[in-house]
């Protein structure tokens, strides 16, 4: 599990404020991203073994926003791989076994080996690729509003997760109903 800032403002409307640009809010704002500075956390989770992925749009990337959602991705005896953002800190109170890699710059480690048989099974970076993902699915829009971006990335999600596209599946999706003789 692991969250991302995305940069999404307020495309498509007009902006009253001239000493604050929505670019400057956006690009400029140091530290993790809130709704309020146009940069909303998404968070995401991405199942070991099936490979499906969950993505949510959060407020903020505090405890109280992201356990719920960790806790409804994940089933009560789940290993949760994270990075070491304290707002996961209380994972293993709720009955999630929790490990963490560090990516503190000067102390980075990006994959550990817990068991000692020399898999490096602890890490985030299955996520982190899915950003790199998501943010090229986003790039042709040439910006996001904040208020849509959950939508966006149901998209993603739901074409992440789907692995097969079986003619049924398809008539389905373009509405077609019945097969023409």
């Given at each position: 599990?692991?969250?991302?800032?995305q940069?999404?403002?307020e495309?498509?409307?007009?902006?009253?404020?001239?000493?604050?640009?929505?670019?400057?809010?956006?690009?400029?704002?140091?530290?993790h991203?809130?709704?309020?500075?146009?940069?909303?956390?998404?968070?995401?989770?991405?199942?070991?073994?099936?490979?499906?992925?969950?993505?949510?749009?959060?407020?903020?990337?505090r405890?109280?926003?992201?356990e719920?959602?960790?806790?409804?991705?994940?089933?009560a005896?789940?290993?949760?791989?994270?990075?070491?953002?304290?707002?996961?800190?209380?994972?293993?109170?709720?009955?999630?076994?929790?490990?963490?890699?560090?990516?503190?710059p000067?102390?980075?480690?990006?994959?550990?080996?817990?068991?000692?048989?020399?898999?490096?099974?602890v890490?985030?970076?299955?996520?982190e690729?899915?950003?790199?993902?998501?943010?090229n699915?986003?790039?042709?829009?040439?910006?996001?509003?904040?208020?849509?971006?959950?939508?966006?990335?149901?998209v993603?999600?739901?074409?992440?997760?789907?692995?097969?596209?079986?003619?049924?599946f398809?008539?389905l999706?373009?509405?077609?109903?019945?097969?023409?003789?």
């Amino acid at each position: 599990m692991d969250e991302m800032y995305q940069n999404a403002g307020e495309k498509g409307r007009k902006h009253e404020d001239p000493d604050d640009p929505p670019r400057r809010r956006g690009n400029k704002t140091r530290g993790h991203g809130t709704w309020e500075t146009d940069r909303p956390p998404v968070f995401g989770a991405v199942g070991r073994e099936t490979g499906h992925i969950r993505l949510d749009v959060t407020p903020n990337s505090r405890r109280i926003d992201l356990e719920p959602a960790v806790l409804a991705t994940t089933q009560a005896d789940a290993t949760v791989n994270t990075d070491e953002w304290g707002a996961y800190n209380h994972l293993s109170e709720q009955g999630r076994h929790h490990v963490r890699v560090c990516h503190t710059p000067g102390k980075r480690v990006w994959a550990t080996d817990l068991d000692g048989d020399g898999v490096n099974e602890v890490h985030t970076n299955t996520m982190e690729g899915i950003w790199t993902g998501l943010r090229n699915f986003l790039r042709p829009f040439r910006g996001v509003n904040k208020l849509y971006l959950k939508q966006y990335c149901r998209v993603f999600q739901w074409t992440h997760n789907i692995k097969t596209a079986t003619t049924t599946f398809l008539r389905l999706l373009l509405g077609i109903t019945q097969l023409s003789t």
